[in-house]
């Protein structure tokens, strides 16, 4: 069950990140500075961050004592 919530959240981590980095093309394209900084160097940053952090705990190999 672990390593299926770790997908999970691996999942919604990635879905913000499209989204993100569909508004910030919006926010470019509509030279809304402010919101792009704001996507870019914080939200975007941050969870790509956590996919970093999370899928280093997604392993090949079955967990000791899983059977």
Do not use: C, Y
């Amino acid at each position: 069950e672990v390593p299926a919530m770790i997908h999970r959240l691996l999942d919604a981590h990635e879905t913000v990140i499209t989204k993100v980095r569909a508004a910030i093309k919006k926010t470019d394209k509509n030279e809304d500075w402010g919101s792009n900084d704001l996507l870019m160097s914080d939200v975007l940053r941050r969870n790509e961050l956590q996919v970093w952090f999370v899928s280093a705990h997604l392993v090949d190999e079955p967990l000791v004592g899983d059977a």
